[in-house]
């Protein structure tokens, strides 16, 4: 009998593509270690082989206090998947500071918070897997989503290179790009207003229209299929590289051979234009 895998996954509360992911692995025989920054948003009832544990993912400390733990009762960590993450809707300008370094915070700077304090466990052993899941969106931006765009751009850069420094080490890194993929957070959104100065207040109705794509798209993926799908190609003896599935993902694998301009003004026509 082979031995168990172990494997954190971040950003599990219950309902999104985390919970569904660390569900999947548990299903396959995995312990799992299911992560957020508070345990009561996690129901992993019905599972047995996922444990519910609270961890911030943009604090050093509190990554280390569980890497530290798990490395104590388990000798190892397999699969390390970052999935925490902020989505946000709205104007460049209508953010604040304060929200997009919060953005930045969760979908970037994770990403490095937690390489530093499971890798060298990882390459000490020359064995271990990571696993990002990003966006479409940061791959092509769109319209009214620029922050949050942004922030997935820059955590597929940093998760790209990571993958190039990592397999030297004996690593592997597993970069996931998902299109529309319907959460219980997408379920949950609620009515979306501009602020009355705003200077995007005519375009409401398009801001609003962005918001809901991921619940009209006819080809948008339920969560726990889109989590059976990484969990399957994580545990194969050679994970990929890259992975892009879920609602629009091949229109935007199609816009990526067109001119950049092209690309752009397409999508703008798509989601902005009045």
Not at 100 to 106: L, M, N, S, V
Request: proline letters at 6%.
């Amino acid at each position: 009998m082979s031995t168990p895998k172990i494997v954190v996954v971040t950003g599990c509360s219950t309902g999104g593509i985390g919970y569904h992911i660390a569900n999947e692995f548990g299903k396959e025989g995995c312990k799992v270690y299911a992560t957020s920054r508070r345990v009561d948003t996690m129901n992993f009832s019905t599972n047995p082989n996922v444990k519910a544990v609270a961890m911030d993912v943009t604090k050093q400390e509190s990554i280390n206090a569980v890497v530290d733990k798990i490395i104590e009762d388990e000798g190892r960590i397999d699969i390390w998947v970052n999935n925490a993450g902020i989505w946000a809707v709205a104007p460049l300008i209508d953010h604040t500071l304060e929200q997009t370094k919060a953005i930045f915070e969760t979908n970037v700077f994770s990403i490095l918070l937690t390489a530093k304090a499971v890798l060298p466990h990882m390459a000490k052993r020359r064995s271990g897997l990571i696993v990002t899941v990003g966006s479409v969106d940061g791959e092509i931006p769109t319209p009214f989503s620029g922050v949050y765009d942004a922030s997935k751009a820059a955590e597929h850069a940093i998760t790209e290179v990571l993958g190039m420094e990592a397999r030297p080490l004996g690593v592997n890194v597993f970069l996931v790009s998902p299109g529309a993929i319907k959460t219980n957070i997408i379920e949950n959104v609620k009515d979306f207003k501009l602020e009355p100065d705003s200077l995007y207040k005519d375009w409401e109705g398009k801001i609003i229209e962005r918001l809901n794509v991921p619940k009209h798209l006819p080809d948008t993926w339920p969560a726990d299929k889109f989590g059976r799908e990484i969990v399957k190609r994580a545990l194969r003896p050679n994970p990929p590289w890259y992975y892009s599935a879920g609602g629009a993902a091949w229109k935007i694998q199609a816009l990526k051979w067109l001119p950049r301009w092209m690309a752009i003004s397409l999508v703008w026509r798509a989601l902005g234009e009045k």
